[in-house]
DNA sequence: TGTGCATGTCCACAATAACAGACATCGAAA
DNA sequence: TTTCGATGTCTGTTATTGTGGACATGCACA
């Protein structure tokens, strides 16, 4: 019985929604952690963390890292993880692919997927260069700060995007507003040649090429990417596209889990 | 109220628990399932079933893989264990120790450690053999059933060891009874070696060879093991555990998570 | 010595999640 | 055709659990 019947009224969350809330919050910040810093950084009671940390200890979930209080995952979501990437096997060739990518040139390749409405770097192979460029694999990135974003979400309809889509992820790292609409056009346009480039808009120095890997009947549930320097990138545009698009045949054909 | 008190009353058992059930029943299974079967598998009541594997999806922990029903280990279980395979970076260097032990033996080497109250292969590298000779990786064994169990609960009581191996345990695959006081004097006599060597149990070709890592200021927390036909494991015994000793110590002096 | 903050434990209670079981399909076998 | 099993959905009920908050430390600093 409440006088304000639309307001979210504190609701009990759901203990294994807060225990991947948890999991999550440890492998972005991707360092050990006590329950208490955990509870407040994801704003969450104190007593539900403790309780979970605890379950998740005894699954083998989370591991004691410290001499005592902190922790970290566990050697269990090791294991799941491996019994994923063995299952889907397409890392051994993709690893491969992006060998050669990196190889022939000189670029850091990587191969890219959605992660629930973010875009995540999967695999990654550095390139031959003094400074190398790369990223975090698995970190969650906005699809709109990224060239692959424009061909991730190739098979929405516009307002499946706009639904999909975190509004806030329109908001650029460098704070200007990217027009939902602007984007959608962009994706549309790359979503016909399966191929998107342009200067990365998260830093001031690479250009990103992206081709879309089609499969399972859609036309993009992965892509393949190069990160170059601008000046390499522009100098090499058709060169590194077609060795894009030769890769993304060969990822075309091997079994990659739908996202 | 009930007649029979210290009867397991049928418990309510806790989502978390059930969820992390599921996904070791398709760990274990290695393919995907239906949450039917899940359900009649572990014995869990259907409608749990059904519930938390929607969940597990919405968290992308779970994948719908085939046209339909049918679900297996999820993309985010992959970014997950990646974290912790790159928190606890021993994988690189444990990678390229197996490398050695392997090219300078031909022998199958193998990193192990426990998981929870099972003996699990952590990372493996084939020896160069025309047959090989190999384990999945993260798949539990009971302990006493290998040569590395002997070593991996050297610093526990008697008691201790007795409480953490589930009396099943001892078992063994042909059917036969190990009697836990001979297990543990075979396990004193190798922790003070921090070497055990056998004719393998788990079948009747192989003689495996293994050596304590020792680390977190235990005397066992992983070991390396080799795995040779039997014939060339007699024939190359002294060989093989300097090999292996020398790994240890390399091994060793990496961090490595506690069990 | 007192004050404040960070850490961990414990308890009681309303909210709700796990469960049993009914129901609805669908395809294969009889 | 009926029957059966396998699959998935939907309830209502009750045992459980997530939560707020009290309590107990211990440490740093004034």
Redesign the pocket.
């Known amino acids: 019985m409440d006088v304000m019947a639309d307001q979210a009224?504190?609701?009990?969350?759901?203990?294994?929604d807060?225990a991947f809330e948890i999991l999550d919050y440890l492998r972005l910040r991707r360092e050990p952690a006590?329950?208490?810093?955990i509870a407040?950084q994801i704003g969450?009671?104190?007593?539900?963390?403790?309780?979970?940390v605890?379950?998740l200890l005894r699954q083998g979930i989370l591991e004691h890292v410290d001499g005592?209080?902190?922790v970290y995952l566990g050697r269990k979501l090791f294991f799941l993880g491996n019994a994923y990437e063995e299952h889907y096997d397409f890392t051994r060739e993709c690893d491969r692919v992006l060998e050669g990518l990196a190889t022939e040139t000189r670029e850091t390749a990587q191969f890219c997927m959605l992660d629930g409405n973010k875009y995540a770097v999967v695999r990654m192979r550095e390139g031959a260069r003094p400074f190398r460029i790369s990223s975090d694999i698995g970190r969650p990135v906005p699809i709109p700060w990224t060239a692959s974003g424009r061909l991730l979400i190739a098979d929405m309809s516009d307002s499946e995007i706009l639904d999909f889509v975190p509004r806030e992820d329109f908001r650029l790292p460098d704070g200007s507003w990217l027009d939902p609409m602007a984007f959608i056009g962009e994706a549309r346009a790359a979503a016909r040649t399966g191929v998107f480039t342009f200067d990365s808009i998260v830093d001031s120095f690479t250009r990103c090429f992206a081709v879309a890997v089609p499969g399972m009947g859609r036309r993009c549930i992965a892509t393949v990417c190069l990160v170059a320097p601008r000046d390499d990138g522009v100098r090499n545009h058709d060169r590194y596209i077609d060795a894009l698009k030769a890769a993304a045949v060969r990822l075309g054909s091997i079994g990659i889990p739908k996202p």
């Open positions: 009224v504190a609701k009990r969350a759901r203990g294994l807060r006590n329950p208490n810093e407040s969450a009671p104190r007593s539900s963390v403790y309780e979970l605890g379950l005592e209080g902190r």
